[in-house]
């Protein structure tokens, strides 16, 4: 039993999906511009600007959520059969970004005649990324129980430090969430600026970057 | 010849053709979504329910097919033409998936006016099922004949595990294609029982957990 | 400068692109069922049996690339520039190949009213797939030069039965693509029969099969 | 922490992203002949013909930018944060790709009727593959300042060829962009020629082709 390379094929399948899902956010970009040639293309991106934002913000969301699959996977170096189920869990998540995307950029166009579907479509969004959390943090929580599929040699203080940050994300993610049913604006900004926070060098908490 | 090498790549491909499969399966999600903005988007979600569904039972079903693939992997260790052959049988089945998922979400939801498209869908999408089990347990046996193309010292006790699964599994997919022709909802219930009974971790019988 | 690790990534990304090229081919099939809810699925099926024909067809084709990507990539293990530009053109074969596909489908279909785009399509079809076994051979004669690329202890006998056969395919292809011009439908058998040949067990020249 | 496997898995993903960049673009070629059946096939190849240039020229770019991303991962052998970040950008361009060549290939049909959007077109095509170029040379600033993530014993010879070659490429697609404000065909031209160029086996600067 090579156990190196079990882990290493879920790494590819999740790497594989991760790389599918963020490539076809690009695909109703395309749509959302199809049946419209009345207009120029420079107002045209500006009228469809939610379908921009909804793309740009997805996309950094998928790279996050791959950024952090890449953290985890350096640490856990053994695969049993709930850590690839709760695995598809997350790939789940993933794959499933794109359509409340599309929602959200679409009826964010449509806002000032229908206000109320973009308001549902930010929450459906929210939820799929407080789902992507909590995933995580289970996936985590499983895999590193009495260190179960953990390298015998791992870094603690890097697990500490990702057990720290995942009490964090699900805590963001449930605030982001709850102000979609507020105000469906203020919760796109602090999705933004999750965004940004999680992709900003100074808090990034790689492993990679302590050898030590 | 560097036969580690021969079945890595047929996993990297079979993982690349498994990803993205499960990954389309959301394409037809978000394209159930696109001409209806005259419902509130919850009331959708609901009416749309279906689809959703399908959606759903694809993915576990596409997941549950990565798993045993992977699983499998693990015992195989050399290819040969018609090992790669019957693999690409298997992959056949999955790249079709997308295809009943998306009439059975459509016809679902159509189904008070026209029942029957609906029973010839579930009795298609319960085909592609059977197709999948069938297309195992002939790789299988395939690969295990005299131990064929399995590692010298392969854990026997693995193999008989897996010999034994393999024959619930056409069995219980060709009862649930028989149940299609009688009831469609009878037979996705039984879909869906199966896609949790692989998934559960007390039946799961992954080969890496026991690595004595 | 590792130079296993870089036919290696080659061999990544083309089986990334193979295995998306060959999932595609369900789109078409699934959005030819799209507008057609009048008809009895089962009688559908019937009536586009020209899509699943070339869904089978090309589903077969790209899955006989990727057999003949894997055993020549076996015997080449050194990469440089023109190689991978060489291999990029076979990619595009590969990427293109949906197209052809989709449009046999369709005028397959109408080809009771519109004869003419049927031949064309059959035309197209059998001239991407000239393009993909002539793009084979020149590969493999570049790789092959002086033994250029090979591996110092190469199995000659191996690359010689590879020399023979590509003079087969490109021999095969040119005669399938002249009888589109005949017959669309006598181009098409001898596409099938083709493509049975290259999977069928006995003919096959895996060099995996003859590791002395 | 095993620093090999972690780029290995950027460059896994990346060369999924890549993967299905390219071969999302025959997605749009199809759909551009989808609702047109008046005419014969050969005729409708000729009046989309820009639809066609469109495709080979993504089709190649996305290709030259796997080369050089291939070619600058056989030189970065650590990854930290910061580069998966900037790779993650270099990704969004990729992904992004299919959106203006899309937007290209059909109003480039249509460019007797509405010359401004062809033009507002070209300018955003070209945009997106400046910022290509000015992608790549701000991953190698990063990678090679003071050799930060550069193996030890790295051939200095190749480091510097990739700089003097990355100064050229955000320079001639600097040009190629102001080109479109004055005349798409002039800047479409040299995008032509610039990915001839960069295809070309000469001027080619490989890494892999010298090692001592």
Not at 111 to 130: H, P, R, S
Not at 142 to 169: C, F, H, W
Not at 206 to 211: A, F, M
């Amino acid at each position: 039993m090579d156990e190196k390379k079990e882990t290493s094929r879920v790494e590819a399948f999740s790497d594989g999906v991760f790389a599918i899902a963020i490539t076809l956010l690009i695909l109703d970009v395309t749509s959302a511009f199809s049946d419209a040639s009345k207009l120029q293309l420079f107002d045209l991106l500006r009228q469809q600007w939610t379908v921009l934002l909804a793309f740009l913000l997805s996309f950094a969301t998928i790279g996050i959520m791959w950024l952090n699959h890449h953290r985890l996977f350096t640490l856990i170096v053994r695969a049993d059969h709930n850590l690839l189920v709760l695995n598809l869990l997350l790939l789940l998540a993933a794959t499933v970004v794109p359509f409340p995307t599309a929602l959200l950029g679409r009826y964010g166009v449509d806002v000032a005649n229908n206000e109320a579907n973009f308001k549902q479509a930010t929450i459906l969004y929210n939820g799929v990324f407080l789902f992507v959390a909590l995933g995580y943090h289970l996936l985590w929580l499983y895999a590193t129980y009495k260190g179960r599929l953990l390298s015998p040699n791992v870094n603690m203080e890097a697990v500490r430090r990702i057990d720290r940050q995942y009490l964090l994300g699900p805590l963001f993610y449930t605030i982001a969430f709850a102000l979609a049913f507020v105000n469906p604006w203020i919760s796109l900004a602090v999705n933004t600026l999750l965004a940004i926070f999680f992709l900003l060098p100074g808090i990034a908490l790689s492993t990679s970057q302590k050898p030590e």
